[in-house]
Structures are given as structure tokens and as C-alpha cells.
């Protein structure tokens, strides 16, 4: 018969316990969960800045595969340039957003948690939903790693120390 290991934590908790306010603890230290989870998010960041350059310099070549897609349309420069415009701007306004809440996140901001929670949840519902719906298959080309960093970023950030460290603050 083997020693008697640390306690395990049940399959399942009592209402209670999920629902007990994190301690009030001003000093708590910054937990790995909290470091791993905004970490993350600031490699998303430099992944979107690496994307923008990726995009700006082969910009011609999707083009001609968009095209060709199309049926054969042939858009006018300036359409090109805005639309080249409108992808950066959009991917440039992600990246901002993903360094500010990174860094939030690492001052222990919790609505930058939440936010950052409930993004990568939608990311991964709709991976999900374009897999079921359209077939849609999760390889390393298509959505594998961004789901399996949502995945990450989720379970880091819903911990709860990591959600005690937000939180430290909050007088109960």
C-alpha cells in the first residue's frame, strides 16, 4: 500500500467554493499564470506585426490569387492600395490592442483579462463552428496554432491565481 499522496482536487467543486471572492492581497507577487497568459498575447502582437510585413511585401502576389478567385476581375490601382490600406490598418489596430492589453494584463488589470478571455472564447467557438458547419479542417496551414495559443491563453488567464492577482486589490 502506497503513502497517502497531497489531496487531490475533486472532478467537480461546490457552488460555494467557485463563488468565494478571491482574498484581498494587495502585495501578492505576479503569478507564472499571469506572466504565460500576457505573454502570449504579446506574442499575438508581434505575430500581427510580422503578418502586416508578410502582407505589405507579397501583397501583388495575393492579389493575383484574390483575382483569379473572383473571376477574373481586374481591380484598379487605387482600389488595390485602399484595400491594401484597409488590411494593415485593421491588422495594425489588432496589434496595438493586443500590446495594451498584454501589458495591462502584466500590471494585473482584470477587465484586460476578461477581455482578452472573451476574445480568444469567440476565436475559439468560431474554429469550432467553421470545423462543424463547413468542414472547414484544422491543420498547421489553416487555424491549429492560433487555436492551440487561444486555448493556452484562456487556461492561463482563467486561472485562479491569475484571477486573484487582477483582483488583488478589491476590497471584499
Not at 1 to 23: F, H, N, V, W
Not at 50 to 57: F, G, P, Q
Amino acid at each position: 500500500m502506497s503513502a497517502p499522496g497531497p489531496a487531490q482536487r475533486p472532478a467537480y467543486e461546490p457552488i460555494d467554493r467557485l463563488l468565494r471572492p478571491t482574498p484581498y492581497d494587495p502585495d501578492m507577487r505576479r503569478p507564472a499564470t499571469t506572466v504565460a497568459g500576457a505573454c502570449l498575447v504579446l506574442l499575438g502582437a508581434v505575430v500581427s506585426v510580422l503578418s502586416m510585413v508578410d502582407i505589405a511585401t507579397n501583397w501583388h502576389t495575393y492579389l493575383k490569387s484574390i483575382v483569379l478567385e473572383i473571376g477574373g476581375a481586374v481591380p484598379t490601382p487605387d482600389v488595390v492600395n485602399a484595400a491594401l490600406a484597409v488590411i494593415l490598418g485593421v491588422i495594425g489596430v489588432t496589434a496595438v490592442v493586443e500590446l495594451v492589453c498584454g501589458l495591462l494584463i502584466l500590471r494585473g488589470s482584470n477587465a484586460a483579462r476578461v477581455l482578452v478571455m472573451i476574445v480568444s472564447a469567440i476565436s475559439i467557438s468560431a474554429a469550432f463552428v467553421s470545423w462543424w458547419a463547413r468542414d472547414q479542417e484544422i491543420t498547421l496551414q489553416t487555424t491549429l496554432l492560433s487555436l492551440a495559443v487561444d486555448i493556452l491563453v484562456l487556461l492561463a488567464l482563467s486561472s485562479r491565481s491569475a484571477a486573484a492577482y487582477a483582483r488583488r486589490r478589491e476590497k471584499h
